[in-house]
């Protein structure tokens, strides 16, 4: 059986998931032929795990000539895997030289973006696979079950609270995300994920968006009030006052981290750690969302990106009944002995008395009308995601085109559909007004 040729584009930190599928369990049916990044320092620590497991060096090429390497090294497959605002470039380029695509979420950012890709799979004929994989985690299948076979009738309307902790959250205001022409902001970057989950456990495309926010926790003008006035340098460990500071990144500690991007700084200048209450960042952290369905449904929807604890709360109201879901995927973050930001142990509440603790937990609960309320069990998942990595790379790597009656594969259209949510509601922060979606397939 011969196996698909596979080239990357982008060797990060989330390129590792595929690199570790290529070379582990999924070499039997994929190969890793060719890859590229702009940083060859980051090319370097994976080609060492790569010779590490058995495999030769995959052939380097300059991003720019991608086209040029799909067609020399006869590519059947591409994963795209750099910041979001390089994804139409690469995602068109790609397809046009006749190679396949995955492309890690978002699809693209902008109007333009989904408009070049467009073009490239209506040329080309070839397929874009967008990797959600909150799709494949056991409880948000659980709910899609729920709703598809009509336990709570036809959905009238969504609820849907997702909180990042500080430690999460944070990080994607130090980062290149915090600039939102390179993300797209967390509406694109971030809920692109939460509004697939939607228009997947729906069944339905957005037609209407109306959004408000704002930069209210993180950020230069925020430092005063959040923090007193102190003055933490980008990529610094310690405040003015001497103290760990539960806000700093010490990526040097992280040796995955340390080679990725502080080893490797002197390549292209990037810093991962950098300061977020410092200058530059043009992303909000507090968001609200109200969307409007084509089958007649409305979702309300809100992001916090400094909450203490992280995890999800969705309602789904029905003709006959509700369904409830609400997922701790981690209690809370504390400080230790030096100040420093640590995840809380939840599985051993040593923070406080047993009821002060916040366990990790999902659950799903559904109450018809004139019925008593009974939690559905979940499913065990494995690995990351909620269970769901592990899922997501069997189906992609063994081409699973369809996976009836749950649909998990998400094509382009899946992927133009999350995304067009957050392009509108960015559009809507910037005019006031609400948004209509021409540019979402609807159904």
Do not use: C
């Amino acid at each position: 059986m011969s196996r698909e040729r596979y080239g990357m584009v982008g060797t990060g930190h989330r390129a590792e998931m595929y690199i570790d599928a290529l070379i582990g369990p999924h070499s039997d049916v994929a190969e890793l032929v060719a890859w590229s990044d702009s940083n060859p320092g980051r090319l370097d620590y994976y080609a060492d795990k790569v010779r590490a497991a058995g495999f030769a060096d995959p052939v380097r090429f300059d991003p720019a000539a991608l086209a040029d390497t799909v067609r020399a090294q006869r590519l059947d497959r591409i994963i795209v895997t750099t910041p979001d605002f390089t994804h139409a470039e690469f995602v068109s380029a790609a397809l046009i030289a006749g190679a396949d695509v995955v492309v890690e979420k978002p699809l693209t950012i902008d109007r333009e973006g989904l408009d070049t890709i467009r073009v490239a799979v209506e040329q080309s004929g070839r397929s874009v696979v967008t990797t959600f994989n909150y799709r494949y985690s056991p409880r948000n299948s659980a709910l899609r079950t729920l709703i598809a076979e009509g336990s709570i009738g036809q959905v009238t309307s969504v609820h849907f609270e997702w909180a990042l902790d500080t430690m999460h959250g944070a990080d994607y205001f130090r980062r290149w995300h915090r600039d939102k022409a390179n993300s797209g902001g967390l509406l694109v970057h971030k809920s692109s994920h939460h509004f697939d989950l939607v228009n997947w456990w729906i069944d339905s495309s957005p037609v209407r968006v109306f959004a408000s926010g704002g930069l209210r926790f993180y950020g230069e003008d925020n430092a005063q009030l959040r923090r007193g006035g102190l003055d933490t340098a980008a990529g610094g460990l310690l405040d003015q006052r001497g103290a760990a500071d539960p806000f700093a990144l010490d990526i040097a500690a992280d040796p995955r981290l340390k080679a990725l991007y502080v080893d490797t700084v002197a390549h292209d200048g990037y810093h991962r750690d950098q300061n977020v209450f410092g200058p530059g960042i043009t992303i909000e952290d507090n968001l609200a969302v109200l969307v409007d369905y084509a089958s007649g449904a409305t979702m309300s929807y809100s992001l916090n990106a400094h909450s203490p604890w992280e995890g999800y709360r969705v309602t789904v109201n029905g003709t006959e009944g509700r369904a409830e879901l609400e997922v701790v995927e981690r209690s809370s973050v504390l400080l230790d002995a030096d100040g420093r930001a640590v995840l809380d142990p939840s599985a051993n509440p040593v923070a406080g008395p047993a009821d002060t603790v916040r366990p990790m937990t999902e659950r799903l609960v559904l109450q018809r009308h004139w019925e008593s309320a009974r939690e559905v069990p979940i499913p065990e998942g494995v690995g990351g995601h909620g269970g769901g990595d592990a899922f997501l790379l069997e189906h992609l790597f063994t081409r699973v085109e369809s996976d009836a009656p749950l649909g998990r594969v998400a094509g382009f259209d899946d992927g133009v559909r999350a995304v067009s949510v957050g392009i509108a509601g960015n559009e809507s922060l910037r005019t006031g007004l609400p948004v209509i979606l021409p540019f979402a397939p609807h159904r």
